[in-house]
């Protein structure tokens, strides 16, 4: 496995990649997450194809931005690692809000997205009802184990059934602090980034290929945001859903995921519009 940093707008952004084979697929995790929610994915893709994964600013093992954030910028952190580290181009495969990121990402450098493949996604952002849960205040843990323990799964649903796997997102998503423990991901990122980001407006700019993919479980996503996707972008989106699966598919279907993804070389450049 590979790993490393590439600097963008000033601020270190930590990517990892292993595998070989086409396509490459540049995976984007969701807002307050990190790039361990792929980790049950991961074996299974790596196997037959080149994946690379990032944090973005302000999560996971990526640095804290002073002055703020957008989903621009995290768009163009995305395309900062798939120039640096997939050779130019690739897949995006993006879950949860990274999906708003990877609709930015596709519109605002095309040379760099083959495909877009968003994974539960709120997108379009229903800005006037947007269903997103809110995060408590603050806490601190005394220890990492009291830290692991006290680890839930936002929005809330039943955890996966795989051993360990909750656990070991939580130990990727916590951090030292002042003797303690306390969750890496910079709280500002959801005073900074509003709802109506402009992410709804650039879908109709989109051009590589668009493969929606939902939890028939979820609360979060629903077959009508596929449709209203569809006629934003003025072609049709292949929508898959993942029998059993809630909003947080790569943790409670993993496989079905991996197998869906496998299906991406027909949805390669030649279909673009």
């Known amino acids: 496995m590979d790993t490393g940093t590439v600097h963008v707008a000033g601020c270190p952004v930590r990517w990892w990649a292993d595998g070989d084979g ?66 130019g181009s690739a897949v995006v495969v993006a879950h949860s809000m990274g999906s708003r990121v990877g609709v930015l990402t596709a519109a605002r450098h095309p040379d760099a997205v083959e495909a877009l493949v968003t994974v539960d996604a709120l997108v379009p952002v229903p800005v006037d009802d947007p269903n997103i849960p809110m995060l408590g205040p603050p806490k601190h843990y005394p220890s990492l184990e009291a830290a692991v323990a006290a680890f839930r799964l936002v929005p809330g649903q039943p955890e996966p059934s795989g051993p360990g796997v909750l656990a070991a997102i939580a130990e990727q998503a916590v951090g030292p602090s002042d003797g303690g423990w306390t969750w890496r991901f910079d709280r500002r990122i959801f005073e900074c980034v509003p709802l109506d980001d402009g992410t709804n407006e650039l879908i109709g700019q989109i051009r590589c290929p668009v493969v929606a993919l939902q939890g028939a479980l979820s609360e979060i996503a629903h077959p009508g945001l596929v449709a209203d996707f569809a006629a934003r972008l003025g072609r049709m989106v292949p929508l898959v859903t993942i029998p059993g699966a809630h909003h947080h598919v790569t943790l409670d279907a993993p496989d079905a995921v991996a197998d869906v993804l496998g299906w991406l070389p027909e949805t390669r450049p030649s279909e673009r519009a």
């Open 22 to 87: 086409g396509p490459t697929l540049v995976l984007s995790h969701g807002g307050a997450a990190h790039s361990g929610w792929w980790g049950p994915v991961l074996p299974r893709l790596v196997k037959r194809q080149r994946v690379v994964w990032l944090d973005f600013s302000g999560h996971g093992e990526s640095g804290h931005r002073p002055d703020g954030y957008a989903t621009t910028t995290w768009a163009d952190e995305v395309a900062a690692v798939i120039r640096e580290v997939a050779g």
